[in-house]
């Protein structure tokens, strides 16, 4: 794995800064950017480190904190180890700030992210990529429905009610994606049952998307955290192949990079 450097940085958006970590190979670059969207834990360790193993595959990740109007990360009190049935209390306080972030300002915010990486001296120019994890897969589909022309892939895993009856669904505005998609669900899932993985994909097909979406036999939501109850090893090593594989199809290195696209080299 390629050595990597990571820093927090703020970046300004319409309702004040946004503090996020941003991680990129230790080298001359410039690198692919990945737009990484957290769950709804917030950045933590383990979520730097998932950012971490991105960029040592050759990327240049941007882990934001998209909960900053409420204050910078950490927000929540966490245990090291994360069981939400052991303490349900957690999601007393999680709840209403996942509410309070809306589409719209999801979206707004989601410019401020893109518009900051197009700037960084240490990004490639062209699309990006953008992967997100439970809640944050929602925002990976809202922002290439949002930014077609910026965003080239999109991963997500574990994301629940993408294709719900709600005015304001995330399926209902995959007609305009240009990004390829992937989608890696969860077996055991109720807030992602299976008619709603055939509505997204169907809606996906009737879009003309470029995608795929698997259910991994199994994985519970959350199955990629390892600092939660929910992980699964074996299907969080699954997730990998398929996003580095979507990643290495989708976003170009520079030509005068010899390494084969997204990673490292040997």
Not at 235 to 262: C, K, Y
Request: with cysteine.
């Amino acid at each position: 794995m390629t050595a990597v450097r990571g820093t927090t940085v703020d970046i300004t958006t319409q309702d004040g800064d946004a503090d996020a970590y941003f991680v990129r190979p230790d080298g001359d670059g410039p690198y692919p950017a990945v737009l990484f969207y957290m769950d709804a834990f917030g950045p933590r360790p383990h979520l730097r480190a998932m950012a971490d193993r991105l960029a040592g595959a050759g990327y240049a990740v941007l882990l934001p904190n998209v909960f900053h109007r409420e204050g910078r990360a950490p927000l929540f009190d966490l245990p090291d180890f994360i069981d939400p049935g052991a303490r349900p209390e957690l999601w007393d306080r999680i709840l209403p700030v996942m509410l309070a972030l809306t589409p719209d300002l999801a979206v707004r915010d989601a410019a401020a992210y893109l518009t900051w990486l197009a700037d960084s001296p240490h990004t490639t120019d062209g699309p990006v990529g953008v992967t997100g994890y439970c809640m944050g897969a929602a925002l990976a589909l809202r922002t290439a429905s949002a930014f077609p022309e910026r965003v080239a892939a999109v991963g997500g895993f574990h994301g629940g009610r993408l294709a719900t009856d709600a005015p304001d669904s995330p399926h209902l505005t995959v007609e305009r994606i240009t990004a390829e998609v992937y989608l890696g669900f969860a077996d055991n899932d109720s807030s992602m049952p299976p008619e709603q993985i055939e509505l997204l994909d169907r809606t996906l097909t009737e879009a003309g998307v470029t995608h795929r979406t698997e259910v991994y036999p199994g994985a519970s939501h959350g199955y990629t955290q390892a600092d939660t109850a929910a992980y699964d090893a074996e299907a969080a090593e699954r997730h990998w192949t398929a996003l580095l594989d979507l990643l290495d199809r989708t976003l170009v290195r520079p030509a005068a990079d010899s390494g084969t696209p997204g990673r490292p080299e040997s």
